[in-house]
């Protein structure tokens, strides 16, 4: 088993063939590998609440879960993100 580069729990690790892979937890944190896990960069969906699921859309777009009733959106591979609250808790 790798080590990542954060000490918050891992909810939910999501991969687009064996190579492109993405990862979410606690507190907010969400992980992107383009090596197959060689290395990992922690980008920021801008949240501390829980994202609890990761996936991808055909036309390219991250969508996360959070559960606090957000998901969250990104087109550019989780750089950037967008929340909307979906009103469940």
């Keep these: 088993m790798r080590e990542t580069c954060v000490s918050e729990r891992l909810l939910c690790v999501w ?3 064996s ?3 993405y990862a979410v937890g606690d507190g907010g944190v ?4 383009r090596d197959g896990g060689q290395s990992w ?3 920021s969906a801008g949240t501390s609440d ?5 996936t991808i ?3 390219g777009t991250l969508i996360a879960a959070g559960g606090a009733g957000k998901v969250f ?3 550019d591979g989780g750089i950037t993100w967008s ?7």
């Design 41 to 43: 960069h922690k980008r």
């Design 30 to 33: 969400f992980l992107t590998t």
């Design 19 to 21: 190579y492109d892979l």
């Design 57 to 59: 859309c055909g036309d």
């Design 15 to 17: 991969g687009q063939g």
């Design 73 to 75: 959106f990104s087109d």
């Design 83 to 89: 929340s909307q609250s979906c009103g469940a808790r």
């Design 50 to 54: 829980d994202i609890e699921d990761v």
